[in-house]
């Protein structure tokens, strides 16, 4: 069991959301130290937080609530926020008294932990892990575990594209999408450290092909914009 009265946080802020079908929309973001895996083109990893407990990790939501709102959603990222399961089992019914609802996003891999919270989220943004992209291992079949369970709730998905990127890997991954969930949207997201926003030609040419590749097994296929670099807000 994990800690379920306090856990490693790295910030809470209110800004609003940058990716996937949500953009635009106010949120509160509580980023969660820690992630299981070490993607090369990581911004957090490294990034120290603080323990704090539920009870301050409200009064923050609260203070933000009454500052920036009214917001639609609270934000749980990372790091990996599924590194803290019986956490986020006291956190997420807290935040639906408080008429918030719970977005998710995660790397789409520890799907035994996300069985556990899942009646208390209301929407999942998973990442598609790609080997080529990430320079770990390959997690198929634990993605293919992930979202047979994620489908339940309101889902979308993002996968990072680098110049690195596989087309064969790619291919596996869009078949298995289209066998589990062909509905979903997926966003193509061009992998920039930092506050880069426009990826290289040869980058964009790259995601372009891949959208054609794909889009006939999964209608939702998309480029993925970056809103919050846009506007340079964090
Ligand atoms: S899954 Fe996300 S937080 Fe974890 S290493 Fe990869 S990019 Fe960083």
Known sequence: MTNPVSARITEIFSSFQGEGPLTGERHIFIRFESCHMACVYCDESGKKGRSMSLQQVLRKIKELEKKHGPHSCVSLTGGEPLLYPDFLRKLCPALKKMKLRVLLETSGVLWRNLSKVLPCCDIISMDLKLSSVTG??????????????????????????????????????????????????????????????????????????????????????RIGIQLHKLLNIT
Request: one cysteine or more; glycine letters at 6%; aromatic letters at 8%.
């Open 136 to 221: 770990q291992n390959g997690f198929l079949k634990e993605h293919e575990a992930f979202l047979k369970i994620a489908k339940r709730k309101g889902l979308y998905i993002k996968i990072v594209v680098s110049n690195d990127l596989d087309r064969r890997e790619y291919d596996a991954h869009v078949r298995m999408v289209a066998k589990e969930t062909p509905w979903a949207p997926v966003f193509l997201q061009a992998a920039a450290r930092g506050r880069r926003v426009c990826p290289d030609k040869r980058l964009w040419r790259l995601m372009e092909d891949l959208r054609r590749r794909g889009a006939g097994r999964l209608p939702g296929l």
